[in-house]
Nanobody
Framework: QVQLQESGPGLVKPSQTLSLTCTVS??????????WTWIRQPPGKGLEWIGY???????YYSPSLKSRTSISRDWVKNQFTLQLSSVTPEDTAVYYC?????????????????WGQGTQVTVSS
């Protein structure tokens, strides 16, 4: 059974960097053909895809967030992280990590079969 769990500060001040970690258990992030993904959902809005990192360390980001986004991995800890810089209140959302399948660009034809429970991040002074 694969499990993902998000962790990190729930409150971030404007202009600072949002940093979250996804810890994966029951499977290795080094396994080929998986796309370790960050997705968020602002209040009252739909899901927004942020980006992913592959087993090899290759990354792909949403064009609207690319300039502020960095996703990295730690093979030893079996974790991958999200850093979103220069945040504003519009970045307030529930942030999810998930495992994608059969991805090309931002489209994952196989969907995301495993998700974390999500973590609320509020950007406020």
């Amino acid at each position: 059974q694969v499990q993902l769990q998000e962790s990190g500060p729930g409150l971030v001040k404007p202009s600072q960097t949002l940093s979250l970690t996804c810890t994966v258990s029951g499977g290795s992030i080094a396994t080929e053909h998986y796309y370790w993904t960050w997705i968020r959902q602002p209040p009252g809005k739909g899901l927004e895809w942020i980006g992913y990192i592959t087993y090899s360390g290759s990354t792909y980001y949403s064009p609207s967030l690319k300039s502020r986004t960095s996703i990295s991995r730690d093979w030893v800890k079996n974790q991958f992280t999200l850093q979103l810089s220069s945040v504003t209140p519009e970045d307030t959302a529930v942030y999810y990590c998930a495992r994608g399948r059969s991805c090309s660009g931002y489209v994952c034809y196989g969907g995301w079969d495993y998700w974390g429970q999500g973590t609320q991040v509020t950007v406020s002074s």
